[in-house]
């Protein structure tokens, strides 16, 4: 699960009627949801906590991904009951992003609502998140990367 949230509110596909602006030729388009979800009152704010005030100011929308950060959490806990070591290996940085999720097709990207199922759906990973959900859970966690 991937969160793009604005305002509190999270990013989701509607159907739409032909003659709208900003849309895909198929109808679809990206709307704020009615009202906050469960997953934008809970994650956001977790998130932001742990960033210096100007980086969080500096933010327009977040990305944050719920099922990372729980399996970050579920690692370090492992790790600090049987020990041993994690590597996570993906493309991302060590910083929060506004706005990463991708489309590919034929190893090219292509617009996400743009024939849905047709194409790979993708996120960067931010990987000061998973550093985060690791040190919540077990705050003795030794952690490397960059």
């Not at 009202?35 to 932001?48: I, K, Y």
Request: include cysteine.
């Amino acid at each position: 699960t991937h969160a793009h949230v604005t305002n509190g509110r999270d990013q989701v596909a509607d159907p739409i009627r032909m003659h709208a602006k900003s849309m895909s030729s198929n109808g679809l388009r990206l709307v704020l949801s009615g009202s906050p979800t469960p997953a934008a009152m809970l994650l956001p704010s977790r998130r932001l906590r742990a960033l210096s005030p100007a980086k969080a100011a500096a933010l327009d929308a977040l990305e944050v991904c719920a099922s990372g950060m729980a399996t970050a959490e579920k690692l370090a806990q492992r790790l600090a009951v049987d020990g041993g070591a994690a590597l996570i290996v993906d493309y991302g940085r060590d910083e929060p992003y506004g706005d990463s999720l991708m489309a590919i097709r034929d190893h090219k990207g292509v617009g996400i609502l743009e024939d849905p199922g047709s194409a790979d759906l993708s996120a960067w990973v931010d990987f000061s998140a998973l550093r985060q959900a690791a040190l919540e859970a077990v705050p003795s966690s030794r952690l490397s990367g960059r």
